[in-house]
């Protein structure tokens, strides 16, 4: 609710702008005091009594339960003790600033891009008050998990980096976007050179949460343009390619990933000449891209579908080239239509980064079983995997509010 | 009407066997043949346009004047006979083709404007990516473009926000902004709000005014007596008639064109 009113107010007050008019707004009928909202919206009628009474039992009393159990009776130390695994695995502890540094760069890019692109939050009293709730819970449990003074200095570092970044990039101009993209594409190699280059870690000690997001990174910008090739390669005039295209479609959409991911774990070695080697690391980014690819391709094809014919014969007939008019005119309002669908299916690639488990592969959710399996911490199954859970969730939940921030933006005075 | 127009106005020629291209043939269809499936759009159509007239195409839905147009500049590719646009020959060399649609202007029935572009950027996307023209050029060539059309305050707005005329106006000042020899209309103000079809007349009628080639396919008869210097009408694929509009509309030659007329002139 709150947030549809901000997205009124703010077209509202993109046509004000626009036409130097005050826009007259029909009169929204607000309940006067809180008792008055309460009687409308919860106590109308009987039915709606019972309905309030009944559910905020319900909520009651597993909302107290679960408060009870996770403040209370649960023994997170099994993820305290853990903390480090379940981050970056067996990463030796004397490189760990290799991912200190690559958390710093991602960072500092992430404030920059922030500022750049002058998100304004919306700022209501409710949203403000869940925020704060939301930052202090955050608080609490880091404070609870970190006990080494190094880690809170290097946290608060990172904090401090986003902040810089932040302000740097609220005073470049808009023509930085640019830069900033060909910075984002840099980091990326930027990020695997530190973690493996100069005496680094061979890709086999990598894991914990970390492995999860590089994972997810790599197939996710990996597959997003062999998945556009592929849409539009579907399409193609060429009966080879668009045979191709289809073929590979088909062919990985209908087998299980977790198929693929055993075939790239058993048989692609197989497969390699002989005398070279992939660690399997590198064998599930393949993987992972493949399938990833096959997804994307089928998004942006109905992306295409929602392109009118009329924008494809506008760009011919201005004299547009076909590459051109694709990247100009198609491509564009074709993207644009599939970020929800775009997203969704990245955050079900990036969740299911956690099949590897059942490869023995150190990622997060396997980090979290070994942990349950401690002697120490018998019986904390439960908390070693909730914690585990509830990281995957507050990234999978990012991403689905960045992905509505972005629709937002982008659709704005269009259609 | 310029006197140069006069003069040029009135002549008609009919294409024999043998294309000749003399300085001022703009566009020569010879024999211009079109299927769709099983469907026969044009059976056939010859016809000349000089530099500097303004040819109207009439005719019932179905009997191909759109298809024509869009044969001139490639959007359909026809199965027999010859285009000839300012000497360049339509085949499927895709040069010949680029070379041709930056020449000729189009205005859609439907704007067809890009719609996650602003005005501006709608009308600057060719030049600069086409002819290759610097920004600040090609914005200086689209303001005053938007000024000939009426609306350059709208310059900085997303399509979705300007009413139909207007989005109308900016197709025409887009299509313009290529600097073409001819300009094609295909219905441009057949999904138009009656109250806005004027604003848009007026801009083509301008545009007549001005020397440039054109041809347009409408109902609009007044636009046909006032600008053109010819009309075509069409039915069922074949050329039917081809008259000055005086002539057309009121000494029409064959029976269809009768019929036709008494059924658009009320």
Known sequence: MAQDRAIRTELEGTVVIDEGLAVEVAPRKEPATPAEWVRENLFSSWFSTVLTVVLAAVIGYVGFGLIRWVFVAAEWQVFKANLRVYMIGRFPLEEAWRVWASVYLVSILAGLSWGVSRARLAWTRRKTALRAVLGALFLAALTYLIEGVTVWILLLGVAVACAAGFAAGRRTGRGALRWLAVAWLLAFPAVILLLRAFGGVPPQLWGGFMLNVILAVVAIFVSFPIGVLLALGRRSNLPVISAFCVGFIELVRGVPLFTLIILGFNILPLLLPPGMQLAVIVRMMIVFTLFSSAYVAEIVRGGLQGVHQGQYEAARAVGLSTTRMMGLIILPQALRNTIPAMISHFISLFKDTSLLTALAILEMLRAARRAAGQLQHLGSTKEALLAAAVIFWIVAFSMSRWSQRLERRLGVGER | ?266
């Open chain 2, 1 to 266: 009407m310029t006197p140069e127009q006069e003069s040029s106005a009135g002549d008609m020629e009919i294409v024999g066997a043998e294309v000749e291209r003399g300085p001022d043939q703009m566009i020569v269809t010879q024999d211009v043949k079109k299927w769709f499936g099983g469907f026969h759009a044009l059976k056939g159509i010859s016809m000349t346009v000089r530099r500097g007239e303004v040819v109207v195409v009439m005719g019932p839905s179905g009997s191909g004047k759109s298809t024509l147009i869009r044969c001139v500049n490639r959007l359909e590719r026809h199965d027999a006979g010859r285009i000839v646009v300012d000497g360049i020959e339509l085949t499927d060399d895709i040069r010949n083709i680029e070379r041709v649609r930056s020449e000729i202007g189009m205005v859609f029935q439907s704007f067809n404007l890009f719609p996650h572009l602003t005005v501006l950027d709608n009308v600057t996307l060719a030049p600069r990516n086409v002819r290759r023209w610097p920004k600040a050029k090609a914005e200086e060539k689209a303001m005053a473009l938007l000024e000939r059309v009426g609306i350059p305050e709208q310059a900085g707005k997303y399509p979705a926000l300007l009413s139909g005329g207007q989005q109308q106006r900016v197709a025409i000042a887009r299509a313009l902004a290529m600097e073409p020899k001819i300009m094609l209309f295909d219905e441009p103000t057949s999904a138009l709000d009656p109250e806005m079809i004027k604003e848009v007349l007026e801009v083509m009628e301008e545009l007549a005014r001005s020397g440039m080639t054109m041809i347009v396919v409408t109902h609009e008869v007044g636009f046909a007596k006032h600008a053109a210097h010819r009309v075509a009408f069409l039915d069922e694929g074949n050329l039917v008639e081809e008259a000055p509009p005086d002539t057309f509309f009121s000494n029409p030659q064959s029976d269809r064109t009768k019929l036709f007329l008494s059924q658009i002139l009320i």
